[in-house]
């Protein structure tokens, strides 16, 4: 039964039951076959709309639960994935996920508010943005996970978040005042810390607040930004750019001809509103959007009409600004699709190196590997090494001994270790004898003589 066929057969029962559309009902049975109606509605505009990209999605949905199982199995995560509530709606069900989106519209249809075309035109874009919004941000966090995978597969561990599970949410986040990462991971060649989206907006209190972070609104955001150190919080509102310059760009592109779309870029250029003019434009808002709830016509006002700068750039030049205003050592654009050459040639001669045609192949993904690796910044890796009482005693004799003060204890353990391999035959034979002499193994006196946390 086609979505126009379930709304003729819900009007008449609106007729019989509810003639002034209150959506009130005494009666339970009632009530649950009226929303049973409406949801049936929901479901079939939105498989009547979407139809074949719908499947499209849910192959999608099979591939980016894989990677994350393959993840977690490469970097040995141990708590469940925390997507943010819009993702995680659409990954449990996405056909019931796009119907939420036509709630409003649908009453507003049986309250004779919305014209049948009205309705079908509001309805049908809202479907479809959702659903391109939802797979342009499973495109992208595929890729990160694809990245982290492929990391974790050459050794690297998570460290952050500590409790080692896959974040893909802000929720709560903003609160922090600080622009904090998805993941940081430890390499054999040092830190990399990852940040999705960003900059992003932080909590503030008056004008004076608003305006300092006013740019964390209007800023362009790469999808991914990736820095070569353990970085906790990219916020720097000092700087040109409010966070800290990234050392990586990663832009995702999941349409097969993104490089045809055009965007118009206003933020950048947007006035610096006051939190007086910030709170009178949220609550106008909210007395129409009741109003319009309820049914009551808002008393008209003359508003004056504001010419705003806005400019009109295709996706690949929107890209082209993202280089030119962040400057990271190297800049990634990962196409799912083939980019023609003359647009791939364009890109590359503007510092943008493409891996195009990726499809959902992690492993083609592998260059970029190397190109994080090779951005990590060379810094000294500090680790603790927690001895017991005993041990520190010894190191303290051998520091008196070799001339070496116990503050470098850096150096000391540096000569112990290169003496050592320097006479490993010595050494594996006096292991031998104490752990014969004492009854225990080699790893029971190696732990013992090294207690290393």
Same mark, same amino acid.
């Given at each position: 039964?086609?979505?126009?066929?379930?709304?003729?057969?819900?009007?008449?029962?609106?007729?019989?039951?509810?003639?002034?559309?209150?959506?009130?009902?005494?009666?339970?049975?009632?009530?649950?076959?009226?929303?049973?109606?409406?949801?049936?509605?929901k479901?079939?505009?939105?498989?009547?709309?979407?139809?074949?990209?719908?499947q499209?999605?849910?192959?999608?949905?099979?591939?980016?639960?894989?990677?994350?199982?393959?993840?977690?199995?490469?970097?040995?995560?141990?708590?469940?994935?925390?997507?943010?509530?819009?993702?995680?709606?659409?990954?449990?069900?996405?056909?019931?996920?796009?119907?939420?989106?036509?709630v409003?519209?649908?009453?507003?249809?049986?309250?004779n508010?919305?014209?049948l075309?009205?309705?079908m035109?509001k309805?049908?874009a809202?479907?479809?943005?959702?659903?391109?919004?939802?797979?342009r941000?499973?495109?992208?966090?595929?890729?990160?996970v694809?990245?982290?995978?492929?990391?974790?597969?050459?050794?690297?561990?998570?460290?952050?978040?500590?409790?080692?599970?896959?974040?893909?949410?802000?929720?709560?986040?903003?609160?922090?005042?600080?622009?904090?990462?998805?993941?940081?991971?430890?390499?054999?060649?040092?830190?990399l810390?990852?940040?999705?989206?960003?900059?992003?907006?932080i909590?503030?209190?008056?004008?004076?607040?608003l305006?300092?972070?006013?740019?964390?609104?209007?800023?362009?955001?790469?999808?991914?930004?990736?820095?070569?150190?353990k970085?906790?919080?990219?916020?720097?509102?000092?700087?040109e750019?409010?966070?800290?310059?990234?050392?990586?760009?990663?832009?995702?592109?999941?349409?097969?001809?993104?490089?045809?779309?055009?965007?118009?870029?206003r933020?950048?250029?947007?006035e610096?509103?006051?939190?007086?003019?910030?709170?009178?434009?949220?609550?106008r808002?909210?007395?129409?959007?009741?109003?319009?709830?309820?049914?009551?016509?808002?008393?008209?006002?003359?508003?004056?009409?504001? $010419?705003?700068?806005?400019?009109?750039?295709s996706?690949?030049?929107?890209?082209?600004?993202?280089?030119?205003?962040?400057?990271?050592?190297?800049?990634?654009?990962?196409?799912?699709?083939?980019?023609?050459?003359?647009?791939?040639?364009?890109?590359?001669?503007?510092?943008?190196?493409?891996?195009?045609?990726?499809m959902?192949?992690?492993?083609?993904?592998?260059?970029?590997?190397?190109?994080?690796?090779?951005?990590?910044?060379?810094?000294?890796?500090?680790?603790?090494?927690?001895?017991?009482?005993?041990?520190?005693r010894?190191?303290?004799?051998?520091?008196?001994?070799?001339?070496?003060?116990?503050?470098?204890?850096?150096?000391i353990?540096?000569?112990?270790?290169?003496?050592?391999?320097?006479?490993?035959?010595?050494? $594996?034979?006096?292991?031998?004898?104490?752990?014969?002499?004492?009854?225990?193994?080699?790893?029971?006196?190696?732990?013992?003589?090294?207690?290393?946390?």
């Open positions: 039964m086609s979505w126009l066929d379930i709304f003729n057969k819900l009007s008449t029962f609106l007729n019989k039951y509810d003639p002034q559309r209150t959506f009130s009902f005494t009666n339970r049975n009632i009530e649950m076959k009226f929303y049973s109606m409406l949801d049936r509605m479901l079939s505009f939105v498989r009547e709309k979407l139809g074949h990209e719908i499209v999605a849910e192959n999608w949905v099979r591939i980016f639960r894989r990677a994350v199982v393959e993840l977690y199995k490469a970097l040995g995560l141990e708590h469940r994935p925390l997507y943010s509530r819009e993702f995680a709606s659409f990954l449990e069900d996405i056909e019931h996920h796009l119907s939420k989106k036509l409003f519209y649908a009453f507003d249809l049986l309250r508010r919305l014209s075309e009205e309705f035109q309805a049908g809202a479907v479809t943005t959702s659903l391109k919004t939802n797979m941000t499973l495109y992208q966090n595929w890729v990160f694809s990245i982290m995978r492929l990391l974790g597969e050459r050794g690297a561990r998570m460290i952050y978040p500590e409790t080692k599970f896959l974040l893909l949410t802000r929720s709560q986040q903003q609160k922090l005042a600080i622009i904090p990462p998805n993941a940081i991971l430890a390499t054999e060649r040092g830190y810390s990852f940040f999705l989206e960003i900059p992003r907006p909590a503030w209190g008056d004008s004076r607040d305006s300092r972070v006013w740019k964390l609104y209007t800023s362009l955001r790469p999808d991914i930004c990736v820095y070569g150190e970085l906790l919080n990219a916020l720097d509102l000092s700087g750019i409010v966070i800290k310059r990234p050392d990586v760009i990663i832009e995702c592109k999941e349409l097969e001809d993104w490089y045809k779309r055009r965007r118009d870029i933020g950048p250029f947007a610096i509103m006051s939190v007086e003019k910030w709170r009178t434009a949220w609550i808002g909210l007395h129409e959007g009741l109003s319009e709830a309820v049914g009551l016509i808002m008393k008209s006002t003359k508003k004056k009409k504001k $010419r705003h700068k806005v400019i009109y750039l996706d690949h030049e929107i890209v082209q600004l993202y280089q030119k205003i962040y400057k990271p050592k190297i800049f990634y654009l990962v196409s799912r699709t083939r980019i023609p050459r003359e647009i791939k040639d364009n890109l590359e001669e503007n510092n943008i190196e493409v891996l195009d045609n990726i959902f192949n992690h492993k083609k993904l592998e260059p970029l590997i190397e190109g994080l690796l090779n951005a990590i910044r060379k810094t000294h890796t500090k680790m603790s090494i927690a001895i017991d009482e005993d041990t520190y010894l190191l303290k004799a051998l520091s008196r001994n070799i001339g070496i003060p116990l503050t470098n204890i850096d150096n353990i540096t000569i112990l270790a290169q003496f050592a391999l320097e006479h490993i035959n010595e050494l $594996r034979e006096t292991i031998r004898t104490k752990a014969n002499s004492h009854k225990d193994s080699a790893e029971e006196v190696l732990q013992k003589t090294f207690l290393v946390s």
